[in-house]
């Protein structure tokens, strides 16, 4: 009896979890049907909303393959951390029912096949992300890198954005504050306007971002990076100023 009992409980418990995650995506259901029979012959069409204007997200993890990006004191490599960072973000957003496309899901530079050449190789790669950045009419972008200076004494995660598209700024804004809110509540770093500096966000049409997430020249910074738990928290919390931002600014599913 105590077993059911406690079988039951977890049950209950789990279905409860569900509703919980349910209408904080989806708000409280008050859609119309899509249509209805009037007569068996007879279909009227009404009025509804779809799930069309979630927007897809496209997640970047900067650099790959031969480009490592910069280093930590140890050696280790940008690539990794934001590929790390960039599918741990991406199992969040599934689980809370994103569609989620990436640039890159292994160590690999994504340029054309055939193409000779470092230098071709890269301008080849990055044509290719922001192809996919561009692929979709309703899209949010995130590219994840991590930041390196001389000054080693220098930390903390900074987002940068274009005014290509006039959301970009709302969404590096957003995520600024969530990561002092939620991650690093000294971080008092501006979002930048990196013009036509960085190529992927100026040429994106959709709303994106970069975040630099913290500072691989700075040792304390470079270990929290390289640590799993730290790079799940980062992940969260861009999930988090995300979620924030399209919730804001499309309109959600009733
Ligand atoms: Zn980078």
Same mark, same amino acid.
């Given at each position: 009896? =105590?077993?059911?009992?406690?079988?039951?409980?977890?049950?209950?418990?789990?279905?409860?979890?569900?509703?919980?995650?349910?209408?904080?995506?989806? @708000?409280?259901?008050?859609?119309?049907?899509?249509?209805?029979?009037?007569?068996?012959?007879?279909?009227?069409? =009404?009025?509804?909303?779809?799930?069309?204007?979630?927007?897809?997200?496209?997640?970047?993890?900067?650099?790959? @393959?031969?480009?490592?990006?910069?280093?930590?004191?140890?050696?280790?490599?940008?690539?990794?951390?934001?590929?790390?960072?960039?599918?741990?973000?991406?199992?969040?957003?599934?689980?809370?029912?994103?569609?989620?496309?990436?640039?890159?899901?292994?160590?690999?530079?994504?340029?054309?096949?055939?193409?000779?050449?470092?230098?071709?190789?890269?301008?080849?790669?990055?044509?290719?992300?922001?192809?996919?950045?561009?692929?979709?009419?309703?899209?949010?972008?995130?590219?994840?890198?991590?930041?390196?200076?001389?000054?080693?004494?220098?930390? @903390?995660?900074?987002?940068?954005?274009?005014?290509?598209?006039?959301?970009?700024?709302?969404?590096?804004?957003?995520?600024?504050?969530?990561?002092?809110?939620?991650?690093?509540?000294?971080?008092?770093?501006?979002?930048?306007?990196?013009?036509?500096?960085?190529?992927?966000?100026?040429?994106?049409?959709?709303?994106?971002?970069?975040?630099?997430? @913290?500072?691989?020249?700075?040792?304390?910074?470079?270990?929290?990076?390289?640590?799993?738990?730290?790079?799940?928290?980062?992940?969260?919390?861009?999930?988090?100023?995300?979620?924030?931002?399209?919730?804001?600014?499309?309109?959600?599913?009733?």
């Amino acid at each position: 009896m =105590v077993k059911s009992s406690k079988k039951i409980y977890a049950a209950l418990g789990i279905i409860f979890s569900y509703i919980v995650i349910y209408t904080f995506l989806h @708000g409280i259901n008050t859609d119309v049907p899509n249509s209805y029979n009037t007569h068996e012959d007879e279909i009227v069409t =009404v009025s509804s909303q779809t799930d069309d204007s979630k927007p897809i997200i496209i997640l970047d993890a900067g650099h790959g @393959g031969v480009d490592g990006g910069c280093s930590a004191y140890n050696g280790a490599l940008e690539k990794d951390i934001n590929l790390s960072i960039e599918l741990s973000l991406k199992a969040i957003l599934e689980t809370f029912g994103y569609t989620v496309e990436v640039t890159r899901s292994t160590d690999t530079s994504i340029f054309d096949p055939g193409i000779v050449g470092i230098g071709k190789q890269k301008k080849s790669d990055m044509n290719n992300r922001l192809n996919l950045f561009n692929k979709y009419e309703n899209a949010v972008a995130v590219s994840i890198h991590q930041n390196q200076f001389t000054d080693p004494q220098f930390n @903390g995660a900074q987002m940068f954005y274009t005014e290509t598209n006039p959301l970009s700024q709302t969404l590096a804004q957003t995520l600024q504050n969530t990561f002092k809110s939620k991650l690093q509540n000294n971080n008092d770093r501006e979002i930048k306007n990196a013009g036509k500096d960085l190529f992927l966000l100026y040429y994106s049409k959709c709303p994106s971002v970069m975040v630099e997430c @913290g500072f691989l020249s700075n040792k304390q910074e470079a270990d929290l990076l390289l640590s799993k738990g730290y790079q799940k928290q980062v992940a969260l919390t861009i999930f988090s100023g995300l979620n924030e931002f399209i919730q804001a600014n499309y309109n959600q599913p009733a």
